[in-house]
């Protein structure tokens, strides 16, 4: 009886490495410090990220999630709203190791056009996300209980928007700004490899809509020596292939 326990509890304890080789991401708690910097500032790294994209090939204005891994680069990867209206559901790479940034309902406003100074602009930013109402987050069918603990708004002093080519596009004259950013966003841990579903947004009555649906295959990171081999591989197809031409 005791080897036979010990069996049972030995694979007990297998299975639930197992599962812990598998299990789901979890959501980063509000007000954390993700590589170096809170989630509140990264949102001023998100807004920099999506502006620098004309609309042409802004991943917000993207139906399909073509254009999801333009300047994506560092340890979180910027996941794309919506510029409102109906859902948008697109399908893209993630590299694994990666967190993702999801913003639910977001806002961003700047100074001179929407404010004098840091506390107006600030002011019109949270007066805007005061009214939203139903944020909402789901991966692969589990929903986030709380959507509305998940509110950033950037750190005191704001960020600097840098000039760029869809701010130019919208009229405004080429400068750098003090900005400031509010909203519901979620970061989530890496995400597992394989595919993932996201589903997430929420609405500012008669303002604005955000619905997001999006299909993520997190695809593995190579591993240092694989990548050496298949460069010593290329370099033996290179020399062969020189080899064969001298002969001719």
């Known amino acids: 009886m005791i080897s036979k326990n010990f069996s049972m509890i030995l694979c007990a304890g297998l299975m639930l ?28 790294e998100w807004w920099n990220w999506l502006v620098k994209e004309p609309f042409e090939t802004n991943p917000a204005a993207d139906p399909t999630g073509a254009f999801a891994n333009r300047n994506q680069s560092g340890p979180v990867f910027f996941v794309a709203g919506s510029f409102g209206g109906p859902t948008d559901e697109r399908s893209f790479t993630v590299s694994a190791g990666k967190y993702l940034l999801v913003p639910l309902v977001n806002y961003v406003f700047w100074a001179p056009e929407d404010g004098a100074d840091e506390a107006a602009i600030r002011a019109v930013a ?41 701010l130019q596009q919208i ?12 909203g519901y966003w979620v970061m989530l841990e890496p995400l597992s490899v394989g595919t993932h579903t996201l589903r997430f947004g929420g609405a500012q009555p008669g303002q604005f809509e955000n619905n997001v649906v999006a299909h ?33």
């Open 17 to 44: 490495l197992a599962g812990a080789d598998n299990a789901q991401a979890g959501f980063v708690a509000p007000g954390s410090v993700v590589e170096g910097k809170t989630i509140a500032e990264w949102t001023g």
């Open 126 to 166: 949270a007066s805007n996300v005061d009214s939203v109402t139903n944020p909402y987050f789901e991966i692969d069918g589990v929903s986030l209980p709380n959507p509305l603990d998940y509110r950033e708004a950037s750190p005191a002093g704001g960020f600097t928007l840098f000039d760029s080519p869809l």
């Open 171 to 182: 009229g405004l004259p080429a400068m750098d700004r003090l900005a400031v950013a509010d």
């Open 216 to 248: 993520i295959t997190v695809t593995p990171v190579p591993e240092p020596g694989s990548l050496l081999i298949t460069g010593i591989g290329m370099l033996a197809l290179v020399v062969s292939r020189r080899q064969r031409n001298d002969r001719i």
